[in-house]
């Protein structure tokens, strides 16, 4: 699989349909995220607690990949995200 498949898969199905399957798929069982809000978590079970937060104050949170530079052996995406705060985000209250 190139790594801009694996891009796509990880943002597209398993960030944003929150396909758990998926998740466990293609994640390294010593996969370390560090999400841009600041917590870091281990392996597929960690990256999934991740999503269900995020999820729980922004049910509707969706990754867009803006563009993808794929070197063979390293890639880099440039992103957007977009979400409703309707539930509680990291202690903060929804604002809608």
């Not at 995220?33 to 281990?42: E, I, N, Q, V």
């Not at 867009?64 to 309707?86: E, L, P």
Request: charged share 20%; glycine share 10%.
């Amino acid at each position: 699989m190139t790594l801009t498949l694996l891009i796509k898969r990880f943002y597209h199905e398993a960030w944003n349909s929150a396909d758990n399957g998926c998740a466990r798929e293609i994640l390294h069982p010593e996969f370390n995220f560090r999400a841009s809000l600041g917590p870091t978590r281990t392996g597929p079970e960690g990256f999934i607690r991740y999503m269900d937060e995020v999820r729980a104050g922004l049910p509707d949170f969706q990754c867009h990949i803006i563009d993808i530079v794929d070197a063979g052996q390293k890639a880099a995406a440039r992103m957007s995200f977009a979400g409703t705060h309707q539930g509680e985000f990291f202690g903060v209250k929804g604002t809608q």
